[in-house]
């Protein structure tokens, strides 16, 4: 058999399926630590559901010439900051876990802070600051997970592709109101 040749034993697969058939999803091929995997996911839930928070409000508070654009992004990010919890809520029930969406310590899982900003400017920066955990967060779960439980970590690669995006948006938002000088040919121009 060359290293090309793809071969299994669908009788041992049959066999293994139908043993401890009450953990549902997870299989004896699952390689990851479960109670570690699920711990992680709890966080980023808390994590995400105070970024929906944090959005919620800033789009309910933000006032001002500019702000139109910036609310816009708010309530589009604090759908999407939703989606993200149910993920990973889902992804936590099939790994046999129970989600934690408990008020109490909150704060205290979530990796993200919640942060009010007074000023929209202010907002966005926290938002940004925020998104800026979220990445990093996400990134050291996802070099945690590896390749031991593949399915999480393509869900969290997917989160963090969104987190990226978020930061992105609320950087331009921030630069719109706020432009900073750009030197060219030793002269200071204003975008």
Request: hydrophobic share 40%; net charge negative; aromatic share 6%.
């Amino acid at each position: 058999m060359s290293k090309g040749d793809f071969v299994y034993d669908l009788q041992e697969i049959r066999k293994r399926a139908r043993e401890h058939i009450q953990r549902g999803a997870v299989t004896s091929s699952y390689k990851a630590n479960r109670g570690v995997v699920i711990k992680i996911l709890n966080e980023a839930l808390a994590t995400e559901i105070v970024c929906v928070l944090r959005y919620k409000r800033h789009f309910f508070m933000a006032q001002g010439i500019d702000s139109s654009n910036a609310t816009q992004e708010f309530a589009q990010h604090a759908a999407e900051e939703q989606a993200h919890a149910d993920q990973i809520a889902l992804r936590i029930t099939q790994l046999g876990g129970e989600p934690n969406f408990s008020p109490v310590g909150l704060v205290d899982r979530s990796h993200s802070e919640y942060q009010e900003g007074t000023g929209l400017s202010e907002m966005i920066q926290e938002d940004l600051v925020a998104e800026r955990i979220a990445i990093d967060s996400y990134t050291e779960m996802i070099h945690y997970i590896g390749e031991d439980d593949v399915t999480t970590r393509r869900m969290l690669e997917g989160i963090l592709a969104a987190e990226e995006e978020h930061a992105d948006d609320m950087a331009n938002l921030l630069k719109k109101m706020n432009p900073l000088p750009s030197k060219k040919n030793d002269q200071v121009v204003m975008d």
